[in-house]
């Protein structure tokens, strides 16, 4: 997994982060290493014939199939699909996971294919 955060000019407080190539149903924890909010999520499921699901939690450190996230985000086989959050929603640590599992708790499965999610944050 190559996790990658970018940071714009100090005038604009917004980030990025981005995992173009998820795998396995591992949670990348705290990914902007500081309170904020979620603007967007943008899910690339194009290279998979099987639904995933993008697991949103706060907090620095989800145990997967235990801790129960605040968004469960679907993206079709094929498809990419961006999910925009006008107000946003507030966060303390921002740790998130892609599964093929659409339960919240329970077995977390690997993605069926290489699956790209890219946040933005402020």
Known sequence: ????GTGFHDAVSYKIVEDASITA????????????????????????????????????????????????????ALKKHTYQIPYGIAFTELSFWATSNARQTGTQS?????VGVRLVCS
């Not at 690997?110 to 290489?114: D, F, K, R, S």
């Open 110 to 114: 690997a993605p069926a294919a290489t």
């Open 1 to 4: 997994m190559a996790l990658k």
């Open 25 to 76: 149903a591992s949670a990348h924890t705290n990914v902007t290493t500081s309170p904020g909010r979620l603007f967007s999520v943008q899910i690339d499921n194009t290279s998979s014939g099987s639904i995933v699901y993008v697991k949103l939690f706060d907090g620095a450190s989800p145990t997967l199939g235990t801790s129960v996230p605040q968004l469960v985000l679907k993206c079709e």
